[in-house]
């Protein structure tokens, strides 16, 4: 049914263009392997690159590394999330509430997750709990600020509609409330994600016993960049992956007809 | 869109389902930022069952405050606020229903939904809501856009689902809002003629506010002129019947007359004044 020029711009726009963006910055990278005469130990090659990810994906350890993140990742991240939004609208909500959390809240958001790295290794090693935990911390953080203010921004005419119809409180907050904010927070929820994949991966590559954090490190200290540079690459991969599949799960549930 | 109100015979009024609103010498004060701010001063008025009473006023004189009182949502400072006889309580008050400036549609939920929910919320089982949200939506001449969402209604269509929502919950206090007043003028006095033949249907009491004198006219029977901030009530108009045609002197002199109340004289008086 498509018009054949809007078809063809479609190409154009969704796969072309794009293309173009990638192939650029690897002519970029190329040429500057080449003009410089860089060692592989310094800038490997794309190609050279392409061929390390290419006999990374053979290995287990790798589907091993991978899935440790991406379980410490979605653990981490559920719990964030949840926690996030449960405490974002109790804020909305509630103005005791609000005036008793926002000082910690305005001050410990501003710590980074990555400030507490060395404090969820010593308390839980490098297991996976720590990084866990640090995700949840990453992610909670985004979640309530951007819930409760989603919240406060909902249509005021809305809340009186709910009371005039004779909802209770707590239908108002969550029947009403939440649902008017809920396609705010699900983009808050997308960029919490890359918040907290970032901090899975900062936290593997100070102290783990598995995952891609470590995985590069570890080929990192036996001076094999090539398979440093592909790691970083997945990870690159992988986080634009969660984070359009969290877009698309959210848009379908959400999206105002 | 073009389908009219209602298909009612013009005679067809029954008798009123509304009861009787009392407001007896009521003060309201805000205080905000450690600022007492008086809002309305020795407020007294009744609207006998049935009867529409148009609340018009200077912007800020307390009209919203008034409406608040009246729905329970707030508790006067001093004073009463009496329906059916019985000082109104705060919480959900199954006599209420009411319609706002903005249509306060929810968004996500279709237009036949956002009149049943209303009546689910207060206890209609499921299927019996829909009937009913069915039947007001064809009375207000949205037959054909029940399974559509807001974000697809033009503005004087959405005000009509709001307007529906509450008349869906066959309430006997009417509570309005300046529903009419974010719509374009030929909308809006399309809207007050449907809302005037509708309200012949169920005869509930209404309190309206409006900033509109000429709406005030149309739908009142009553007219209750506001001050300005602390409000009192400046004058009660009661509206003939001969007085809603635009075309008689009965109408040019009420309208003249609330609008004297407000402050604004016409063009005319000045100019003889001058010669």
């Given at each position: 049914m498509t018009h054949p020029r809007a078809h063809a711009r479609l190409i154009k726009d969704r796969l072309l263009?794009?293309?173009?963006?990638?192939?650029?910055?690897?002519?970029?990278?190329?040429?500057?392997?080449?003009?410089?005469?860089?060692?592989?130990?310094?800038?490997?090659?794309?190609?050279?690159?392409?061929?390390?990810?290419?006999?990374?994906?053979?290995?287990?350890?790798?589907?091993?590394?991978?899935?440790?993140?991406?379980?410490?990742?979605?653990?981490?991240?559920?719990?964030?999330?949840?926690?996030?939004?449960?405490?974002?609208?109790?804020?909305?909500?509630?103005?005791?509430?609000?005036?008793?959390?926002?000082p910690v809240v305005e001050s410990l958001r501003f710590v980074v997750p990555f400030a507490w790295i060395p404090l969820t290794i010593?308390?839980?090693?490098?297991?996976?709990?720590?990084?866990?935990?640090?995700?949840?911390?990453?992610?909670f953080f985004v979640m309530i600020v951007s819930t409760a203010r989603a919240i406060a921004q909902v249509d005021p005419t809305l809340t009186r509609v709910a009371r005039m119809l004779g909802m209770t409180p707590a239908r108002r907050a969550i029947a009403v409330h939440l649902r008017a904010a809920a396609p705010t927070i699900a983009s808050a929820a997308r960029a919490a994600a890359a918040i907290g994949w970032i901090a899975v991966v900062a936290a593997e590559y100070v102290g783990a016993s598995a995952g891609l954090g470590l995985m590069i490190t570890n080929a990192a200290t036996s001076l094999a960049t090539p398979v440093v540079i592909a790691g970083m690459v997945v990870i690159g991969l992988v986080g634009a992956g969660v984070s359009a599949l969290i877009g698309i799960l959210a848009r379908k549930r959400l999206e105002a007809p | 869109m073009n389908a009219p109100a209602a298909a009612v015979a013009p005679h067809a009024a029954s008798s009123p389902s509304g009861g009787e609103l009392a407001v007896d010498g009521v003060h309201h004060h805000y205080i905000a930022a450690l600022r007492r701010t008086d809002v309305l001063d020795d407020v007294s008025f009744v609207i006998p069952p049935g009867k529409v009473a148009c609340v018009v006023g200077p912007s800020g004189c307390g009209k919203s405050t008034l409406l608040g009182l009246a729905a329970g949502l707030i508790t006067p400072a001093a004073g009463t606020v009496r329906w059916d006889g019985e000082p109104v309580r705060a919480g959900a008050n199954r006599h209420l229903g009411m319609a706002f400036q903005q249509p306060g549609l929810f968004p996500w939920m279709t237009v036949r939904q956002n009149v049943a929910i209303g009546l689910s919320t207060r206890g209609h089982p499921r299927a019996e809501a829909r009937r009913i949200a069915d039947e007001f939506l064809d009375t207000v001449?949205?037959?054909?856009?029940?399974?559509?969402?807001?974000?697809?209604?033009?503005?004087?269509?959405?005000?009509?689902?709001?307007?529906?929502?509450?008349?869906?919950?066959?309430p006997r206090l009417l509570l309005l809002d300046e529903p009419f007043a974010a719509v374009d003028a030929f909308t809006r006095l399309k809207l007050q003629q449907e809302f005037k033949q509708l309200l012949r249907l169920q005869r509930p009491t209404v309190l309206f506010v409006t900033h509109d004198v000429p709406e005030a006219i149309a739908l009142g029977d009553m007219?209750?002129?506001?001050?300005?901030?602390?409000?009192?009530?400046?004058?009660?108009?009661?509206?003939?019947?001969?007085?809603?045609?635009?075309?008689?002197?009965?109408?040019?002199?009420?309208?003249?007359?609330?609008?004297?109340?407000l402050g604004v004289t016409s063009d005319m008086d000045e100019e003889e004044d001058a010669q």
């Open positions: 263009l794009p293309l173009a963006g990638v192939l650029l910055v690897l002519a970029a990278w190329e040429a500057t392997v080449v003009a410089y005469q860089l060692p592989a130990i310094v800038l490997p090659s794309p190609w050279a690159v392409l061929r390390a990810l290419g006999e990374l994906v053979r290995t287990s350890a790798f589907w091993h590394d991978v899935g440790v993140s991406l379980y410490e990742f979605a653990v981490g991240y559920a719990f964030g999330t949840v926690l996030g939004i449960a405490c974002g609208l109790v804020m909305g909500e509630s103005r005791a509430f609000r005036q008793a959390a926002t010593l308390w839980f090693g490098t297991s996976v709990v720590g990084k866990i935990v640090l995700v949840a911390y990453a992610v | 001449g949205l037959a054909d856009f029940k399974d559509a969402y807001p974000s697809h209604l033009s503005g004087g269509m959405a005000q009509r689902v709001g307007i529906a929502r509450a008349l869906a919950l066959k007219i209750v002129v506001m001050t300005q901030r602390p409000a009192r009530v400046q004058r009660i108009i009661p509206v003939q019947r001969e007085a809603r045609d635009r075309a008689t002197p009965a109408y040019a002199r009420l309208l003249a007359e609330a609008l004297e109340c």
